[in-house]
């Protein structure tokens, strides 16, 4: 692409990221936490009761295993699965008025996979899709471009390798970009961004990460986060959280626009922004929030630091950002809210059950979703206040849900659930 149709495309794409239309928004929920990339929703029929007896408009059989959230575009549903083993990796899809499966393609075969850990799968990263294609990726063992409607692939890559050790496995998203597929690569032996042309899966750029991990054990050289597309001072920024650093970076050419240096590893919430803030959670092992002042050219390690937030923070669900207020649930149940400018406590409480699944916000409502399938509405402010608990099956709940229109897509371990007012269709 000449660099003037670039720019083209970069002001459109600002201005879409400015003016979301949310028609589009309510239709389609094209990557992991939803059209915007933060959990928000323009939602406002969405139920606040369901059960297995109730607002089930269909429930599906998904085979083999994947952690993956469904993303869907138009009447299409698509997620990622992958036999225990980790050998054979799928990408299917659904109808979404019938629940009906459509496609149920292999993509590729692994003679060796690593070990992953008991609670990962060979089907974790989320897809990415458009009005044309559908973009999956498991990490290490390769990546696709479907074609939407007949499930044809339009090209391949299986050398986005890294090691993410055994007993780990992979976890990094990609996301979309005008013309580019973007995802982290963030292995013990290597780490770099990349961009490939979305049609053609050649790499447009490729940056390595800057920090300087020669004196870093292996085992802190990884992460499973992925980037997140901000806006600052009319500019988009591809922020990305890896190990031992947090970076922006131009998103049409892959260069560092600057850097915050942390200790962490195996960060795997999408870093939000707002109030000309950054929030990023860093480490794993000991979890914390940094909300990162964004601007700034270089390391910024000394000046952009604003506060950070160290008490029961999340390992793995991203944060979620309403009005002035960050909402933040660990894997514990523990779900504190903090005064978004200042960091301050507001308040903290405690759900039952263990998290994974990132929160949802949508007509002034917050839905958490726990691994045992149980769900909790909380109503925004500050103070803690449960308006709704919905529990489905047994079966365990790790990936976000979707959102499209007036439905929740919402994935167990063996089955895809829509559910929606009015009992339509149920079975």
């Known amino acids: 692409m000449s660099l003037f149709h670039r720019h083209l495309s970069l002001a459109a794409i600002l201005l879409t990221f400015l003016f979301v239309d949310n028609a589009s928004a309510q239709s389609n929920w094209d990557q992991f936490r939803g059209p915007q990339g933060n959990g928000h929703i323009d939602a406002p029929d969405l139920p606040e009761r369901w059960s297995e007896q109730k607002n089930v408009v269909w429930k599906t059989f998904i085979h083999d295993r994947g952690w993956s959230s469904p993303v869907i575009w138009g009447n299409q549903i698509w997620l990622t699965t992958a036999t225990l083993d980790g050998k054979k990796l799928y990408a299917v899809c659904l109808d979404k008025t019938s629940g009906k499966i459509i496609h149920d393609k292999q993509l590729f075969e692994v003679e060796n996979p690593q070990r992953i850990a008991a609670d990962n799968s060979y089907a974790t990263p989320t897809s990415a899709i458009d009005a044309q294609h559908v973009y999956v990726h498991y990490g290490t063992y390769g990546t696709a471009c479907l074609n939407r409607k007949t499930a044809e692939v339009v090209w391949t ?17 990609p996301m979309l970009f005008g013309d580019l597929f973007i995802v982290n690569v963030d292995g013990r032996d290597v780490q770099y961004v990349i961009a490939l042309d979305k049609e053609t899966g050649q790499t447009e750029w490729k940056t390595e990460r800057s920090a300087d991990f020669s004196e870093v054990p292996v085992h802190k050289r990884k992460a499973y986060s992925m980037p997140s597309l901000v806006e600052h001072d009319g500019q988009l920024q591809l922020v990305s959280n890896g190990a031992m650093g947090c970076y922006a970076y131009n998103p049409e050419t892959g260069k560092e626009l600057w850097k915050i240096r942390h200790h962490g590893f195996s960060n795997a919430p999408r870093p939000v922004a707002g109030h000309g803030l950054l929030y990023t959670t860093v480490d794993r092992d000991n979890p914390e929030l940094w909300a990162i002042r964004l601007g700034g050219q270089g390391d910024v390690t000394a000046s952009h630091i604003v506060w950070k937030n160290v008490a029961a923070m ?27 400018k200042s960091g301050q406590q507001v308040w903290k409480a405690r759900l039952p059950g263990a998290y994974s699944a990132s929160p949802i916000y949508a007509n002034g409502r917050i839905y958490v979703f726990n691994e045992d399938a149980t769900s909790y509405i909380l109503q925004p402010g500050r103070e803690f206040k449960i308006t709704h608990e919905n529990k489905l099956t047994e079966d365990i709940l790790v990936a976000t849900p979707a959102v499209a229109e007036k439905a929740f897509f919402i994935r167990t371990e063996k089955h895809l659930y829509r559910i929606e007012n009015g009992d339509i269709g149920s079975k």
């Open 157 to 173: 890559r299986r050398d986005l390798k890294c090691d993410h050790e055994d007993g780990a496995g992979p976890a990094s998203s």
């Open 314 to 340: 999340p390992p793995r669900c991203s944060p979620l950002l309403v009005d002035n207020l960050l909402y933040l649930i660990n894997r514990l149940g523990i779900i504190t809210c903090l005064d978004a």
